[in-house]
């Protein structure tokens, strides 16, 4: 057969096409900026440019050399953009522009997803509670099996099967939640979603609406969105039956499916309530969002623990003493929970997780945003529309110049190059400080999930996610790296972090060995 472009008339065609789209692509290139650059030879990620930056001009920006370059502004004027509205400067257009929205419809999802995670998920934390709880003594009888003697485990990928349970628990509810092809496609989606991304970004920008009909892993996510899509649709139809005024609410005592996709269809325009595929790309877009920056916390939280073993104890003190203070809740099954009351009142643990955050955040810089129109700062700099910005999050948690890390504000605190997990706890401890400095807080000092309007909308429900795996581990577990007889711990053991341009991941493979505690 012969090639389709032997044809004078088609190749015509695409020679037309690429010449449009590279014209189109020159016309959109963005602007030059006056700005100074940061590069660090040799260096395959960015935490030094930041730090050097930071150090250089820390009161004006800069530009670091990144995979898509960004300019870095100083903290000093995180006000003046922390609240600018998505017209002005863009979340998702970064996102779109990262995962070539246009081939991929990654980033493609409503703003319905955002609001019923915002307004309806959030206010509804304290009621989810109980179904985590359930659920996670489910997950590790399911992934961590008997474990009567040491036994090594692959960490990582079994947090993620056991977040899928949690956080499906909650997205789509039993019985969907608990079955194999929904944990594989809620944990699969990311890695599809980065082939295709790596597959679609690997031709020139002006190519890519070409070549993207023929590109196999655009194809191959395509056909597994549609497979979400028809894994919903029971629960759609069932959702779309209730009558029109019914008040959708959770009983704290029901495991009631649908509830989340009923937050998400409020939200979602009425032409497109009635879509399998819009709700299939929203569930697979929240789960891609939730499961893996979650899983990579509890899993670093767990290799911190293991590294600095003097915290365990402390913390099972702290779980005992609450619960013997408040008491437990049983449900019908004789499963013993926490109080919803009672896990805001875990402020060591919390410090615990917010400072192993500091050391395995999920991105150097954060904010980043994308401007849709000219922005003026007050330093005199104008960052032209299409500019990329965030700021330099890892410098400022690991400068001793930043306010909650200056001895004079925190003595009691080792020094900012030093893992503390207590450190959020001493400053909490300072009267006045009672309700700041917590894991999910955001400020200028603690950026790890932004600050502002742009926020992570979803940190309450994965902090509460990461405490209920902790506490499970922590009241039912022992765990050791593997080879570590005495469980003695130590930096050396520690797997590695992996950082890459901006990103930083714990180790995927490493294995961690657990046992049931005896009770």
């Not at 929904?182 to 979603?193: G, L, R």
Request: glycine share 6%; hydrophobic share 35%; net charge neutral.
């Amino acid at each position: 057969m012969s090639s389709a472009f032997s044809s004078p008339l088609l190749l015509s065609v695409a020679v037309v096409l690429v010449v449009v789209s590279f014209i189109r692509f020159l016309l959109h290139r963005p602007e030059r900026l006056d700005i100074p650059i940061i590069e660090i030879p040799g260096s395959r990620d960015q935490r030094e440019a930041l730090v050097q930056g930071t150090a250089r001009y820390p009161d004006s920006p800069f530009i670091i050399q990144s995979r898509r370059p960004l300019v870095i502004l100083p903290i000093s004027v995180i006000d003046e953009v922390r609240n600018l509205p998505e017209n002005k400067v863009s979340f998702m257009q970064d996102v779109r522009i990262s995962m070539a929205y246009k081939q991929t419809d990654i980033g493609g999802e409503g703003p319905e997803v955002h609001q019923a995670v915002k307004i309806d998920l959030t206010r509804h934390i304290a009621s989810t509670l109980n179904d985590l709880q359930e659920e996670i003594q489910y997950g590790f009888d399911k992934e961590f099996g008997p474990c009567e003697d040491w036994t090594p485990i692959s960490l990582y990928g079994k947090m993620t099967r056991i977040v899928a349970l949690l956080s499906g628990r909650v997205f789509v509810g039993r019985p969907l939640s608990r079955e194999e092809e929904w944990i594989q496609a809620t944990v699969m989606f990311t890695f599809y979603s980065i082939q295709a991304k790596n597959a679609i970004n690997a031709y020139p920008p002006y190519l890519r609406s070409i070549v993207a009909p023929f590109v196999l892993e655009l194809r191959n996510l395509k056909k597994f969105r549609k497979r979400g899509a028809e894994m919903l649709m029971p629960i759609l139809e069932q959702q779309l039956g209730k009558e029109r005024n019914e008040k959708i609410h959770r009983d704290d005592n029901d495991d009631e499916q649908g509830t989340m996709i009923s937050w998400i269809l409020k939200h979602t325009p009425e032409n497109k309530r009635s879509d399998a595929l819009v709700l299939g790309n929203n569930q697979m877009g929240l789960s891609m969002a939730a499961i893996h920056t979650t899983s990579m916390a509890t899993t670093a939280a767990i290799y911190d623990l293991a590294t600095y073993p003097e915290y365990i104890q402390p913390l099972r003190d702290e779980i005992q003493q609450i619960i013997d203070e408040d008491g437990q809740d049983i449900d019908g099954d004789g499963i013993m929970r926490l109080k919803k009351s009672s896990i805001p009142k875990l402020w060591k643990l919390d410090s615990f997780l917010k400072e192993s955050q500091r050391f395995t955040p999920p991105q150097l810089p954060t904010g980043n945003r994308v401007t849709t129109c000219d922005i003026t700062l007050s330093t005199g700099h104008i960052l032209p529309k299409g500019t990329r910005f965030g700021f330099a999050a890892w410098a400022i948690h690991q400068s001793s110049t930043t306010p909650s890390f200056n001895p004079a504000q925190n003595p009691s605190s080792k020094p900012v190059s030093e893992f503390d997990g207590l450190r959020y706890y001493n400053l909490r401890k300072i009267p006045g400080n009672e309700n700041k400095h917590q894991f999910v807080t955001t400020s200028p000092d603690s950026l790890n999930f932004g600050h502002g309007n742009h926020a992570c909308p979803g940190r309450f429900f994965a902090s509460n996610e990461i405490k209920v795996v902790l506490i499970e581990l922590l009241k039912s577990w022992e765990f050791r790296f593997k080879g570590d007889l005495e469980a003695k711990g130590g930096v050396e053991r520690r797997p590695k972090n992996v950082f890459r341009d901006v990103i930083c991941v714990p180790n995927t493979e490493a294995e961690v060995e657990f046992r049931r505690r005896k009770q």
